[in-house]
């Protein structure tokens, strides 16, 4: 069990070599705030003054220190023990003053000489007979006020500084509290509550129990009966300041703290003190790693997956560029053709993209936007009317003038276009998109920007070119329409059917207020009093028909009777006699298409040319509907990508710019040493613990003899 730590600590000098720890180690982290005595019970743990003094913060760097036991048969003769800094190689030093001096040399070198602080480490090994096997970890203490050239957060920064170390799963904490201040404020105990709420990995170390107020003392907060701890609170005495001014040693302070808790707390003296403290956390550090060993080992391997993968994603420097050029432009074409054909072996899951995402523009975004433009859509009777009435010119005419349908019609095809060309746009970007998928996708690109930049210009280049091209071809499909009516198609609605249709319509019963009704019958009576008494049942059209009038293409000339009695004939006669004009001549207003005056025959035609047009726009629309997606991809996809291999080939493959173009980029160089690095460290990790098992096996041997 001995060797455990030192094994740990072998995995902490290998990770640091790479300057981060991969893997989460078991260490101890000690935690409190400024001077409660933390550097203190590390030299005591240790036996050697080696830590620098001072007034206000004075570590303002993390210390992590590796204490190793060394068999008294290895040791070195006349040494307590020596020591070795990893930032300084293989150097030994055997004095302890240096060891303080190098400590604050190397905290001023990277945090300043005015009490700033850093979150970078200083890694030193003790070597001794003397010691136990333990790490540990010295972090600044918390202080609130900044002082010096420390920055107004360094509350914050210190808080998120301990906090990297403590949330670690496998750190335990080990959280200094002064006895003369009440544990129930303790910024470390805090702390250590936050990460480590359960306490299973929380030791608390009460200090400064010689410098209680008179008539106090701390049995209570030493046995948990004030805040209780599940691994302990134990009680040490540090030396004072004028105990270190009287050059008082170690040695002897520890004597005089056995004799303070044998003369003041005699009944829990021997689970305290600073010899307990040290052997308690040998245990706990011990029985720590045993039980983290299986999850470094997963840790560990799965940690070495993962880099090894990243440096097959990485790729090994090139040496031969022009074939490595050939094929990364390969790839890249065959991606990208892949990608909307739907063959790519990388699908979506979360939206549609690329071919899929063409259809879904033709088959349900393009088409909505045509079904939406009604084949009427911004027409009204008034439209209609004048443009009638305008090809008739100053004669009056007896049938609908074609020219009036075709130049109503003509004005509805062009409202096909603007939906058309937008179709043209959203394949156009999802063309873009589509670029950008597959450079992300050819890992090459990621090592080699300026190759990346140039294959993603010529392709834009492309799509340009070819844009304005299916533009044109969209805009000819809408003068192709426009260009020849052609009425004879068999799915238009001619005009003899049109015709009966409207006259269907137009014999529809209309209601007549019966106001209205009731003063032309007195009118009538007035003119023709004898037509009251012998035309009432004569044929149901006159003007006492019953509240109703039918109106119909020839209203306006036939009168108000369909049937054969005298009444009929006297309307026809006085229909006559308010329409001496003739048969197509315009009575109405100035402008045909007020409502209230508007004639019968007019009605008829504006319906019939309605049903005209309506009935022809549908049929352009769904020729349009289904010749657009077709020149779409005639013009724009399948040509971007039949051309697109040979079109990056002939624009990139030349030998005077394979150097640049196959120049990585210095973030990927880093990456690539970076992860090398890693990859070594992770595998010298997997070595070491098989040493772990080495020792378990040997351990098993011993007990069975």
Request: include cysteine.
């Amino acid at each position: 069990m001995e060797k455990l730590i030192p094994v740990i600590n072998k995995l902490q000098d290998v990770f640091n070599t790479v300057g981060r720890e991969a893997i989460h180690l078991p260490q101890i982290a000690v935690v409190g705030t400024q001077s409660t005595g933390k550097s203190s019970v590390l030299e005591s743990i240790v036996g050697r003054d080696f830590l620098p003094r001072g007034t206000g913060i004075v570590t303002r760097r993390p210390l992590v220190l590796q204490l190793l036991h060394v068999p008294e048969n290895d040791a070195r003769p006349g040494l307590w023990g020596w020591a070795k800094f990893l930032h300084k190689g293989e150097r030994v030093y055997e004095d302890f003053d240096e060891i303080r001096n190098e400590i604050a040399s190397e905290t001023e070198s990277v945090a300043g000489s005015n009490k700033g602080i850093s979150s970078e480490p200083i890694r030193l090994t003790i070597y001794s007979s003397h010691v136990l096997n333990l790490t540990l970890i010295d972090l600044p203490g918390i202080t609130r006020v900044p002082v010096g050239d420390q920055p107004d957060d360094i509350e914050e920064q210190l808080r998120e500084m301990i906090l990297l170390y403590i949330t670690n799963p496998n750190c335990i904490i080990l959280a200094v509290h002064a006895a003369n201040t009440d544990l129930a404020t303790s910024e470390s105990l805090k702390l250590a509550k936050e990460v480590d709420p359960s306490g299973d990995r929380s030791v608390v170390v009460c200090t400064k129990l010689d410098l209680m107020d008179a008539g106090t003392d701390a049995h209570d907060i030493l046995t948990g009966r004030v805040i209780p701890v599940k691994l302990g609170i134990i009680g040490v005495v540090n030396r004072s300041q004028q105990d270190i001014l009287d050059n008082k040693g170690i040695e002897d302070a520890l004597l005089d703290e056995q004799t303070f808790f044998r003369r003041n707390y005699p009944s829990i003296a021997l689970r305290n003190g600073t010899q307990f403290l040290t052997k308690t956390l040998n245990k706990l550090l011990m029985t720590h790693i045993r039980n983290c060993l299986p999850t470094l080992r997963q840790d560990i391997s799965k940690k070495l997956s993962i880099y090894e993968s990243q440096i097959v994603e990485l790729g090994e420097p090139v040496d031969n560029k022009g074939p490595a050029l050939l094929q990364s432009l390969t790839r890249f074409a065959c991606n990208y053709t892949e990608k909307i054909d739907g063959t790519s072996r990388d699908i979506e899951t979360h939206q549609l993209s690329g071919g899929a995402r063409i259809c879904y523009i033709f088959h349900h975004t393009f088409t909505e936007a045509l079904k939406a433009i009604e084949p009427l859509e911004g027409l009204n009777r008034s439209d209609i009317l004048h443009a009638i009435s305008n090809a008739m010119g100053p004669r009056p005419a007896l049938f609908v003038s074609e020219i009036a349908f075709e130049l109503l019609v003509k004005k509805q095809i062009r409202l096909l276009l603007p939906p058309s060309l937008q179709c043209v746009e959203l394949v156009y970007e999802e063309l873009q998109r589509i670029i950008q998928y597959s450079l992300s996708f050819v890992r090459d690109f990621q090592r080699f920007p300026i190759l990346r930049d140039k294959v993603n210009q010529v392709v834009m280049s492309l799509l340009r070119e070819r844009q304005p091209i299916a533009n044109q071809m969209i805009e000819s499909l809408i003068s192709i329409e426009l260009a020849y009516i052609n009425t004879n198609h068999p799915d238009f609605v001619g005009g003899t059917r049109a015709a009966y249709e409207s006259y269907m319509v137009m014999a529809q019963p209309k209601p007549i207020p019966y106001q209205s009704l009731k003063q032309g019958d007195e009118k009538t009576e007035e003119k023709n009093p004898s037509s009251s008494s012998t035309g009432g049942g004569a044929g149901g059209g006159g003007s006492g028909g019953g509240g109703w009038r039918f109106w119909s293409g020839r209203s306006q000339e036939g009168g108000g009777g369909g049937g054969g009695g005298g009444g009929g004939v006297e309307g026809s006669r006085s229909s006559e006699k308010k329409h001496d004009g003739g048969l197509n001549a315009f009575t109405g207003p100035s402008d045909p298409s007020t409502a209230n005056d508007m004639q019968g025959k007019q009605l008829f035609d504006c319906g019939l040319i309605e049903k005209l047009i309506t009935s022809y726009f549908l049929i352009v629309r769904k020729s349009i509907q289904d010749s657009v997606p077709k020149a779409v991809m005639h013009c724009l996809v399948n040509d971007v990508r039949d051309r697109l291999q040979s079109k990056l080939i002939t624009e990139l493959y030349k030998k005077e710019s394979f150097d640049l173009l196959m120049e990585e980029s210095p973030e990927t160089i880093a990456r690539r040493e970076e992860v090398q690095e890693m990859v070594f460290a992770l595998q010298k990790a997997s070595e070491i613990l098989n040493e772990i098992r080495d020792i378990q096996y040997e351990s098993s041997i011993i007990g069975t003899i």
